[in-house]
């Protein structure tokens, strides 16, 4: 297994496009999560999932942001009508059951909205 | 609101010195601990985790937790250049979610 895999590694959408961004977690952990990090600022929570169950979304930052994970393997990070304000990085990492022993990180996407 | 409270730095430290990172939390009902490091441009990455009072070592670094004060913190022994990074303090709070301080930049001076 090569870790978490996240793509594509960089996109560049004009203002009000919609984006969609996967990630495929390490084959054997069921835990997905989504964070946004933007310069100067530790990782943000957004989101995360038990195999297919999305067990939080309140920390998604709009409801332009949606997740899914529908066969409890990869997931997608969506966002509509994007704005300048999005422009980020966002990661998605993966453990085994209750992440106590911490998240492995894939190496991001990052967006800029034009 | 959960909070992780780091210096931003920078952070310098000769080479060959003790780097010390600190960083403390809100949640006094918090039980796992974690640092990790982060390369410009790159993800975060795992180095050290922690979840009972006292020190964890690892080769050159060592996890320290102060569960009554609240206090977690980070000594990298033998710094060398390739220290040079930001590093992360990060906490479970609870329901499996860990939350992010803002992380210290470290510069190890050759």
């Known amino acids: 297994d090569t870790g978490v895999s996240q793509n594509p590694r960089h996109k560049i959408t004009k203002r009000g496009q919609n984006v969609t961004f996967r990630c495929d977690p390490i084959s054997e952990h069921n835990r997905l999560y989504w964070y946004r990090q933007t310069l100067g600022q530790g990782p943000e929570f957004l989101t995360y999932?038990?195999?297919?169950?999305?067990?939080?979304k309140s920390r998604l930052l709009s409801d332009r942001f949606s997740a899914e994970r529908p066969k409890g393997s990869f997931s997608t990070l969506e966002i509509q009508r994007t704005e300048q304000g999005d422009s980020a990085m966002y990661l998605c990492?993966?453990?085994?059951?209750?992440?106590?022993?911490?998240?492995?990180f894939g190496s991001g996407t990052r967006l800029t909205v034009v | 609101q959960k909070e992780v409270e780091q210096n931003s730095g920078p952070l310098s430290v000769p080479e060959g010195a003790i780097a010390s990172l600190n960083c403390t939390y809100s949640d006094r009902g918090s039980q796992s601990f974690f640092w990790y490091r982060q390369y410009s441009g790159k993800s975060p990455e795992l180095i050290m985790s922690?979840?009972?009072?006292g020190d964890k070592e690892d080769g050159r670094f060592t996890a320290q937790l102060n569960k009554a004060s609240q206090y977690v913190s980070l000594l990298i022994r033998d710094s060398q250049p390739s220290d040079s990074a930001t590093y992360l303090c990060a906490v479970n709070e609870g329901d499996d979610k860990i939350i992010f301080g803002k992380g210290t930049r470290l510069h190890i001076l050759p």
């Open positions: 922690i979840y009972s009072n």
């Open positions: 990492a993966s453990s085994l059951w209750d992440g106590t022993d911490g998240y492995t």
């Open positions: 999932f038990q195999n297919e169950a999305q067990l939080e």
